[in-house]
């Protein structure tokens, strides 16, 4: 297991290097007139030009800007006048901070969000799934699925504000959306993004019952599941200790990519509630043109990818030993 994690991690680094260099190349290398004028914002003067040209050395050969910024990352860098402490993802002109202390700033809103959501949804929506592939062809199986086609249909832009009246404003059932830190407050932090919650999890679980349903009757076909039940297993032993087993591969694989897609920022859902996460600055940066920002934002959601599909696989080597750790 510590050879197979040691080369996923090392593979993870050159994804995440290749990745930087791309995304340096496709943000910077333009004209150092244009990357002045995209990261000083909407209000750019020649003065803030020519500080930024000098900050990020503009006029350097492109393969030194990267390099810089490379180093920035593990070690730090002067930007104009301003010390970036490592880990330095550049500095934003617009709101005179570093990109990496603004995005820390912002993570625990969007990493409440994601956390909340996933325990939600994948509860509900396995055990909905389960529900189903266990009364297959009853009414219990349709009336699930049927809801699992009604909520899938869904989009959070159109739920978040109907949730939102019923709850909140018509009603005072729950508190308006808000932030408040766990470590300040557990309640006030789960009652104040419970909302948010279930208009994710209402979606989410629609997928995850249909992909529950079908790869649990899959399974329930196979035939070791055919032998433990000639053992005289009970039907809980069956269905829970073998069968759904063998049906997390496909579910880990999911939930891995979701889970990486919600920590990048869930935009819509924070700006449907008015919640000032990471999805929240990547919206707020383009429109103010911040550069940095932009870029420090994609940098992140990359390493979310890359970080969740490292979890899969180790995931992966747990739950399937078909799996070859050593490979």
Known sequence: MLVFLVRRVLGAIVILLVISAITFLLFFAVPGNEVAALSCGKVCTPALMDEIRRGLGLDQPIWQQYLFY????????????????????????????????????????????????????????VGLGMLAALRKGKLADKL????????????????????????????????????????????????????????????????????TRSAMVDVLNEDFIRTVRAKGLSTGQVYFKHAFRGAMSPIATILGLDIAGLFAGAIITETSFSLVGVGQLAVNSVVASDLPMMMGVVMLASAAVVVANIIVDVVYAAIDPRIKVTA
Not at 78 to 103: L, R
Not at 107 to 122: E, K, Q, R
């Open 70 to 125: 490379l180093g920035g990352i593990f070690a730090g860098r002067m930007i104009g006048d301003q010390m970036c402490e490592a880990p330095c993802f550049g500095y934003s002109f617009v709101n005179k901070q570093p990109v990496f202390d603004t995005v820390a700033d912002r993570l625990p809103v969007t990493l409440s969000l994601a956390i909340g959501a996933v325990v939600l949804f994948l509860v509900l929506g």
């Open 144 to 211: 699930a699925m049927g809801f699992a086609l009604l909520a899938g249909s869904m989009q959070i832009y159109v739920l978040a504000p109907f949730m939102l009246y019923l709850f909140v404003y018509s009603t005072d059932l729950l508190p308006r959306p808000h932030y408040v830190s766990f470590f300040d407050n557990p309640l006030d932090w789960a009652s104040g993004l419970i909302l948010p919650w279930i208009c994710l999890a209402f979606i989410f679980m629609a997928y995850y019952a249909r992909l």
